[in-house]
C-alpha cells in the first residue's frame, strides 16, 4: 500500500511573487540543442528565500550558521499539520489549546495560499509561541505564509526566538489541500556554501 504523498511545495517559475524588492526568479538556457549542442543547460536567478524555503540562522544572525552547515535531520520526520485560519496578525498560544506533543509543526494561515499574487498581509507567529512551542520540544517550525514574522517587522522576534533555542524554519509552504493531523515531513535544504536559506521540496506523506 503505496503512503500517500502531498506536494507543498510553490513551483519555480518566472513571475514567482517574491518578498518586495527582492530577486525575481530568471531562468535563461546556456545551452541548447538548436544550437547544435548534444544538450540543453540553464542558469537560475533567484533569492535564497524563493518559494518553500528553509531560512538557515546565518539569515537572522550574523555568526549564524549557513544553509550548508546545518544538520538536515530536523527537515526528515512526523510533524502536526495546525489549522491556524483566522487567528489574525499573530498565531499566540492561546491559538493552540489543543497542541500534542510534536518535533516538527506546520502551520496553515491561507484560506487559499495566494500564488500569483504577493500578499502583504499575513498571519506571522509570536515570539511567545516560538518561545512556548520550543519548551515543549519542537524542533522546526513551518508556515505557508512567507515569513514567520510580520512583513513590517524590524525587530524580527520570531526569527530571534527561533535562534536562541536553535529551531529550524520552513517558510512558504503550500497547505491548502492538507488537513489537520500528523505527517512524515521531507523537506530537505540544498547545501549552499554561505547560504543565508535554501529552496526546497518540501513534501508531506502519511504516515500509514
Ligand atoms: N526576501 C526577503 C528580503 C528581505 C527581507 C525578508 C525577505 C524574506 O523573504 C522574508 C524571509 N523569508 C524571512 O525569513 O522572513
Ligand atoms: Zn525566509
Ligand atoms: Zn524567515
Not at 45 to 56: F, I, K, M, R
Request: hydrophobic content about 45%.
Amino acid at each position: 500500500m503505496t503512503r500517500r504523498i502531498w506536494d507543498i511545495s510553490q513551483r519555480l517559475r518566472p513571475g514567482l511573487p517574491v518578498w518586495p524588492d527582492d530577486t525575481a526568479f530568471r531562468q535563461e538556457r546556456t545551452w541548447q540543442m538548436e544550437d547544435a549542442s548534444p544538450v540543453n543547460v540553464s542558469a537560475l536567478t533567484l533569492s535564497t528565500h524563493s518559494g518553500a524555503h528553509a531560512d538557515a540562522p546565518l539569515h537572522y544572525a550574523t555568526d549564524g550558521a549557513d544553509i550548508a552547515s546545518v544538520d538536515i535531520a530536523p527537515y526528515l520526520g512526523e510533524c502536526l499539520v495546525i489549522d491556524a485560519r483566522g487567528v489574525g496578525p499573530l498565531i499566540e498560544v492561546a491559538d493552540l489549546p489543543h497542541l500534542q506533543s510534536a518535533d516538527r509543526v506546520l502551520f496553515r494561515t491561507f484560506e487559499r495560499f495566494p500564488h500569483s499574487d504577493w500578499e502583504s498581509e499575513t498571519t506571522a507567529i509570536a515570539a511567545a509561541t516560538i518561545e512556548w512551542l520550543a519548551v515543549q520540544g519542537v524542533k522546526l517550525v513551518g508556515i505557508d505564509g512567507p515569513s514567520i514574522d510580520p512583513q513590517s517587522s524590524k525587530t524580527m522576534d520570531a526569527h530571534k526566538a527561533v535562534h536562541r533555542h536553535d529551531l529550524r524554519v520552513l517558510e512558504g509552504l503550500v497547505l491548502d489541500d492538507v488537513p489537520e493531523g500528523r505527517y512524515e515531513l521531507i523537506a530537505l535544504p540544498l547545501p549552499i556554501v554561505g547560504g543565508d536559506a535554501s529552496p526546497v521540496r518540501a513534501v508531506l506523506r502519511a504516515l500509514a
